[in-house]
């Protein structure tokens, strides 16, 4: 495995991938080294057979507090700022079109970039006082790219608001417009997470990158063509092993053996 200075990377028997933003000093903020460093270990986990799902956390008082302003405000030039908004967009993209599935665990804040992060991702879960905001209107620099994540996963309004106000919003309302799956307290965030996580990973990892890159490409298609397609992967998905597999295990009423092809 791969060791960072701004990372903390570890990996249990059954595949599961922690992933800890280590920067607690700048509230582990999105600068380029961290974003840089993301990329490296998700394009590392792409490709390791030993991972099967992949938890992202943050160290300290909370997740994440977005882009690192005081980097931001060294930059000179429009080239430097427009390769930074890349890279990190680069990143989003990353977790989207990643083969494993990737779950946020969020404590404390998860700010701007942040939260673009949060909403990045697959799955996400906090803690009940986690909050989450794009608060860029407050500083004149609108959370233009984090706008992408939060408005395909949050209705117009809710975004808009969220957008517009600056506001920070509490754990409860993030899972009731659709930016978290759920919130627990402090001491049952890690059990709710893990278990999630393993209950994913005993799954055929074959499967599961069939279905989650489905997912995304079919949302972007008209509904015609979304049947249309997911028609065809499904067709492809009968032609595994596994899928054999698992509907004659489910007939046996036995465990499935994954081959994972």
């Given at each position: 495995?791969?060791?960072?200075?701004?990372?903390?990377?570890?990996?249990?028997?059954?595949?599961?991938?922690?992933?800890?933003?280590?920067?607690?000093?700048?509230?582990?903020?999105?600068?380029?080294?961290?974003?840089?460093?993301?990329?490296?270990?998700?394009?590392f986990l792409n490709k390791d057979s030993k991972s099967k799902v992949i938890i992202i956390e943050g160290?300290?008082?909370?997740?994440?507090?977005?882009?690192?302003?005081?980097?931001?405000?060294?930059?000179?030039?429009?080239?430097?700022?427009?390769?930074?908004?890349?890279?990190?967009?680069?990143?989003?993209?990353?977790?989207?079109?990643?083969?494993?599935?990737?779950?946020?665990?969020?404590?404390?804040?998860?700010?701007?970039?942040?939260?673009?992060?949060?909403?990045?991702?697959?799955?996400?879960?906090?803690?009940?006082?986690?909050?989450?905001?794009?608060?860029?209107?407050?500083?004149?620099?609108?959370?233009?790219?984090?706008?992408?994540?939060?408005?395909?996963?949050?209705?117009?309004?809710?975004?808009?608001?969220?957008?517009?106000?600056?506001?920070?919003?509490?754990?409860?309302?993030?899972?009731?417009?659709?930016?978290?799956?759920?919130?627990?307290?402090?001491?049952?965030?890690?059990?709710?997470?893990?278990?999630?996580?393993?209950?994913?990973?005993?799954?055929?990892?074959?499967?599961?990158?069939?279905?989650?890159?489905?997912?995304?490409?079919?949302?972007?298609?008209?509904?015609?063509?979304?049947?249309e397609y997911t028609s065809k992967i499904m067709t492809e998905n009968m032609m595994t092993i596994d899928a054999k597999e698992g509907i004659t295990s489910f007939i046996?009423?036995?465990?499935?053996?994954?081959?994972?092809?």
């Open positions: 495995m791969i060791n960072f200075k701004n990372l903390k990377i570890s990996q249990t028997s059954k595949g599961i991938t922690r992933i800890i933003l280590n920067d607690p000093s700048s509230y582990n903020s999105l600068s380029g080294d961290m974003i840089g460093s993301l990329l490296s270990i998700l394009d160290s300290g008082k909370g997740f994440s507090a977005g882009h690192n302003l005081k980097e931001i405000n060294l930059m000179k030039n429009k080239a430097s700022y427009l390769s930074l908004f890349k890279k990190c967009s680069k990143l989003m993209l990353s977790i989207k079109n990643h083969k494993k599935p990737i779950i946020a665990k969020i404590h404390g804040a998860a700010f701007a970039a942040g939260c673009q992060l949060v909403a990045s991702c697959d799955l996400a879960y906090s803690t009940k006082g986690s909050i989450f905001a794009t608060p860029g209107v407050n500083i004149g620099l609108f959370c233009s790219t984090p706008m992408v994540a939060l408005s395909r996963n949050v209705s117009k309004k809710e975004s808009m608001k969220m957008l517009l106000t600056g506001e920070p919003i509490k754990a409860n309302i993030a899972k009731s417009i659709g930016l978290i799956n759920d919130y627990y307290s402090s001491s049952k965030l890690e059990k709710e997470v893990l278990r999630t996580a393993n209950m994913i990973a005993s799954k055929s990892s074959l499967v599961i990158k069939i279905g989650k890159s489905a997912f995304y490409k079919q949302l972007e298609m008209p509904i015609e063509k979304a049947y046996k009423k036995k465990s499935p053996i994954w081959k994972n092809k």
